[in-house]
């Protein structure tokens, strides 16, 4: 399945999360996640655009691939998930580190998830980066363009301005320590 969406930076969650409700928008859930990046040991991810990302939720954890990204206007890229039982997060970490793989950064965030008609959009307060919104249109048939069009008129609903930033929050992370 292809993930097509738009992430943008903003000052005022409450000011988005208004607009929501008044929007129709149902809340999903409230929740702390953990997403835990991995490097290969032999393939440089960086380069391949590429991600392998362990969330850990509340009672659930999911693998995570990321293919390389397939436009320069939204997030558009294959993703593939597989739900790991609790039980089996630590064997599925020694199995990864065994085979080469390395932890790279782990990214902490709260997130408040809303769906909206044909949107899921995400209200997230990132530990050491701020505040973001995320649309996303997950349809297996939707093309690039269709997608692109349908998230920026999501944008102009919720009424934000900003420019969509298409590095992750990883890439965000990794720069900020940087510097």
């Known amino acids: 399945m292809f993930e ?3 992430k943008v930076k903003v000052e005022d969650l409450d000011r988005v999360r208004n607009r929501l409700k008044t929007l129709g928008a149902n ?3 409230s929740k702390r996640e953990v997403d835990v990046y991995f490097q290969h040991p032999c393939r440089n991810f960086r380069i391949t655009d590429e991600a392998l990302r362990l969330r850990l939720e509340e009672g659930e954890a999911i693998l995570t691939y990321k293919g390389p990204r397939i436009s320069s206007e939204i997030k558009a890229r294959e993703e593939i998930n597989l739900k790991i039982e609790r039980e089996n997060v630590e064997k599925l970490i020694s199995m990864l580190q065994k085979l080469g793989f390395y932890k790279v950064a782990e990214v902490r965030k709260i997130r408040e998830m809303y769906r909206l008609s044909e949107y899921e959009i ?7 980066l701020g505040d973001f919104v995320e649309i996303e249109v997950k349809m297996p048939s939707e093309s690039l363009e269709s997608a692109t069009k349908k998230l920026k008129n999501c944008l102009n ?3 934000i301005k ?3 930033i298409l590095k992750s ?3 965000l992370l990794l720069e900020k320590q940087k510097q």
């Open 122 to 128: 995400s209200l997230d307060h990132v530990e050491d």
């Open 157 to 159: 609903k919720l009424g």
């Open 169 to 171: 929050y990883l890439e």
């Open 4 to 6: 097509y969406e738009v």
């Open 162 to 164: 900003s420019t969509p």
């Open 27 to 29: 809340k999903v859930f």
